[in-house]
């Protein structure tokens, strides 16, 4: 009786959960939570707190296994995979807060995000083997590019731990576009930014799922979700709505649960 | 402007390092060799700390299996040197990963604890595998190297050729920081959860440095033992462990080049305090204790922290 | 190996153990208040020993108050190194290698000042209750070996009474837990800490005065008794005291096999092994941990 996931259209699935549950104790966290994200959308998950968000957030990229259920990306099921060998497979994620390295350069932080599309070994890295330096040149001149693209070109060389809130999700996110993910998961990412700066994090989104990227986008936040193609309501670790947000707003049962408590 | 100034001071630096030997007494000549050979162990330490966190208290153990290495192959089963030096960096390899693989699952005090008992492990096998190690009584008679017939027999020649591995070694380093692999390193001692959904191989990784870290420690043993000519158990304890992690803490670990100066340091510091007799190793205690409390970034850091202080 | 060999090996064992457990109670407690692992832990253990020894055979104090003086020795060197050292690195957040850097530092700076100050002899202390000894099992094991368990049970004992009881031991353990919300409650979370470093002190010392009888104390042991008093503390699970003692015990043991199995050379390198080994399997401990991680 699980409600009808959208998976009636014919695009290709990139997520595709299904009857996953969870528990930990005795405590119930999830529970048959079935949710699809076809290629190039952007799919909201919303709930409120302790609704299983985030242990949902956690078994699809890897740090939690679930009991039952699967997880497939692009068809293929991860439920028991590592997370590298999932952001191998083109799935990457956000923090809540943003984690840049803080040590590292702005340019660094950007070039990191190609580390999964370069292979240059030890080995061939300390003996600057040919291969290895034309690897490293245009891995940097790439993420100039994209750090041009973000508007940070003219802080590639501070470090990143110098920057305040706003510019590490602008440097987070600079870093996720290099790494060109097939599935995108953004964890709360308008979290300790300001009305434009969300503003600009919306635009962003939507260049992601322009660019062919899959966007799993969790949040409170229902002001964001209006930039999602579909949204999941999560309540007490089920799914209990699915749908556009112009009728997740008007749904009963999500006004109940939810938008009443807010 | 700078660049140019930063040029000459390199160049006016290689011209008094080369001419140094000649004009040194022998004694401080033979500092400056324990400088280097002490510097490529440190170096080995400083890769593993500046670029992945980790605190190393066990390279002894490594520079003990190449110095042993070389006097095993060279004097009682009579091989050419470069045997022993092969061997020595092959079997450190090969036990850094052994190890390495299980422990470095491990982070922060424990993997240092972890390193400590590898390093005591090592120290008490040296001393109980006699029959190998000659134990307190050693290993003498170990063959001095010669480079195409040329002998490295005295603490001249064996400067420039130690220097010259030294300084070979940190262009690898510095190579190795500032590509792929290095930027990973940082990144996953900077923020691990992100690193890793960047896909990096952490494990795998660590287990790399380890094992370049423990060849780095087995090479400066085989080199130390040719030229000692004379290997025993108290130079592989964990107060040479102690003395290798000093340098990149002394200079600050972030950069490969400043484990010149905290090469320099290790060596030198005893020497000028030598005159206070025991007392000496305390004030190089204190000196370690000082700088991690009041200098993070070690002596390269100095100038931003005055800078920061009393400048601009 | 007679059974009379076997049995002096595996008491002997046991009763260091209660040593090791000591030292691991106080880097516990140390670990407890302030999140640091203690590297020189071992060193307030020989301080405490050859102060002990110092005050009884140079000065001539009595027994009893020559051993609070060696407690008091390890209290106010705790306290020392809070205040000129640990304090500053807090104020700037200093990571957890430079706490390792640091302790490790003081260690060797601590067992170089010992070889300059008292030399490279071992000092001896007699045994609390005289250098007798009781048969066992066709053992002899001396009298003061009785003493340092009893004593071990007693401070373990009082030590837990202590961080249940006291509203000094509540404070200390509140700020551990949760240092800012102990801040808001009025309590001095620095001040703390220094009571936190004093205490692993005195309990370092202790145990060093409990030792120093029955193998004596140079200056070149702190680090061992560090490593092994670690091994037992986190073989306990790092928190609990009781786990501290099942902890030296496991070390305890561990070495008299080695010692009966295959030399007394090799005591050490079993101590090292378990303790490697149970870090990577068992990282909770052998006892477990009671709660999980929340989140």
Known sequence: MSPAPVTAKSARLVLDVQGVAHRFGGLRVLEDVNIAAPESQIVGLIGPNGSGKTTLFNIITGFIRPRSGTVSVNGRDVAQDS???????????????????????????????????????????????????????STRASALQTCERFGIAHLAATRAGELPAGLRRVVELARAHQAKPKLLLLDEPSSGLSGPEIDTLRGWIRVFASEGTTVLLVSHDMGLMDVCDVVNVLYFGRVIATGPMAAIRDDQKVRDAYLGAA | MAFARNKLLIAAVAVVALLLPLLLQRHYVDVMVFAGLYGIAGLGVALLLGQCGIVSLGQAFFYGIGAYSSAYLCVTLGLSPIFGIVVGAALSALIAFIIGWPILRLTGFFLALATLAIGMIGGILFYEWDWLTGGTLGIGGIPTLSLFGFELNTPQRYYYFVWAIFLVAIWLSHNLVTGRAGLAMRAMRDAPPAAEALAVDMHALKTKIFVLCAVLGSLAGSLFAHYATYVSVQSFTVERSIIFLLIPVIAGAASVWGTI????????????LSGLGDAHQVLFGLALVLVVTLLPEGIVGLPKLVMKRFGA | MSWGLFWQAMLSGITNSFVYALIGIGLAVIFKGTKVINAMQGEFAVVGGIVTVFALQAYGVPYFPAALIGIAAGALLGLIVDILFVRPMMRRKAGEESFLLLTIGLAFTISAGLLYFVGRDSYLLPGIGGSGVVEMFDAFIPVHSYWLVGISVVVVILLRLFYTYSLTGLAMAATSIDPIGAATNGINVTLMRTYTFALGGAVGALAGILVAPLVSVNYHMGIALTLKGFAAAILGGLANPIGAVVGGLVIGISEALAVIGISSGYKDIAAMTVMIIVMIVMPNGILGRAGRRGG
């Open chain 2, 261 to 272: 100066i905290g090469a320099l340091f290790v060596a030198l510091a005893p020497e000028l």
């Open chain 1, 83 to 137: 997370i590298q060998q999932r952001s191998r497979d083109g799935l990457l994620r956000t923090f809540q807060t943003p984690k840049v390295f803080d040590h590292m350069t702005v340019l660094e932080n950007v070039m990191m995000g190609m580390h999964a599309h370069t292979s240059s070994g030890v080995l061939a890295t300390m003996f600057a083997m040919p291969s290895a330096r034309r690897e490293l040149a």
